[in-house]
């Protein structure tokens, strides 16, 4: 590969992670996001690129396939994720061979979300251990988008609840798993003669 190839090419990368931070940051709908920056990725690093997630329950459910134009030689993926990608998200250890990259999607408090896979395909590309670099940044912004996400429909359904609660007769009190009272209702502090602002 000559200089001015291996130039395009670095700049090519450059501007995939930069256009898929922009995307990635533009919406909490992490799911049309992620699937936006995967059709990105085939476009011109990858033949697939994969985003499995990790359920609540354990299992992991495959979220995003995207697919650059097939050709009869390029590899076929299926619905569910494979067990190397498994693999990655439970152990949360990245793999790099010439054809695939996969990734943990390590969010904030160092918890996987998933992971995100690119294949390469039959056109030639191969990926090294320079690829790493880039591909994390991408994996950091993904896993951070989904994190936020679910930050946001968590306070969102908090600040309901808190809401709900305000309203109720009986009196209610929430805590914490580390036994902090997190919500002291109107109807507590009436039954007890507590004011919240004392018990919180």
Same mark, same amino acid.
């Given at each position: 590969i000559t200089a001015t190839a291996k130039a395009r090419d670095r700049q090519r990368k450059i501007?995939? $992670?930069? #256009?898929?931070? *922009? =995307?990635?940051?533009? *919406?909490l709908d992490y799911k049309k996001t992620l699937k936006e920056v995967a059709g &990105?990725? $085939? !476009?011109d690093l990858a033949s697939w690129c994969v985003?499995?997630? &990790?359920? +609540?329950?354990?299992?992991?459910?495959?979220?995003?396939a995207e697919?650059?134009?097939?050709?009869?030689?390029?590899?076929?993926?299926?619905? +569910?994720?494979?067990?190397e990608v498994v693999a990655v998200i439970r152990?949360? !250890?990245? #793999? =790099? *061979? +010439?054809? !695939?990259?996969?990734?943990?999607?390590? #969010?904030?408090?160092?918890?996987?979300?998933?992971? &995100? #896979?690119l294949v390469a395909g039959e056109d030639g590309r191969t990926y090294t251990s320079d690829?790493?670099?880039?591909?994390?940044? $991408?994996a950091g912004m993904a896993a951070l988008a989904i994190d936020n996400a679910r930050l946001y429909t968590e306070v969102e359904a908090r600040a309901d609840a808190t809401r709900v609660l305000t309203y $109720?007769?009986?009196g209610v009190c929430l805590l914490d798993r580390a036994g902090v009272v997190r919500l002291w209702n109107p109807s507590a502090e009436t039954i007890t003669g507590l004011p919240a602002a004392t018990v919180l």
């Open positions: 501007d995939f $992670v930069a #256009t898929a931070a *922009s =995307v990635l940051a533009s *919406s &990105l990725a $085939v !476009r985003v499995d997630l &990790l359920e +609540e329950d354990g299992r992991v459910k495959r979220l995003v697919r650059a134009e097939p050709s009869p030689a390029s590899p076929k993926l299926g619905p +569910e994720p494979e067990p152990e949360q !250890r990245p #793999t =790099v *061979s +010439e054809s !695939r990259i996969s990734l943990p999607l390590v #969010t904030r408090g160092r918890r996987v979300a998933g992971a &995100l #896979t690829d790493l670099s880039w591909a994390l940044a $991408v $109720v007769g009986d």
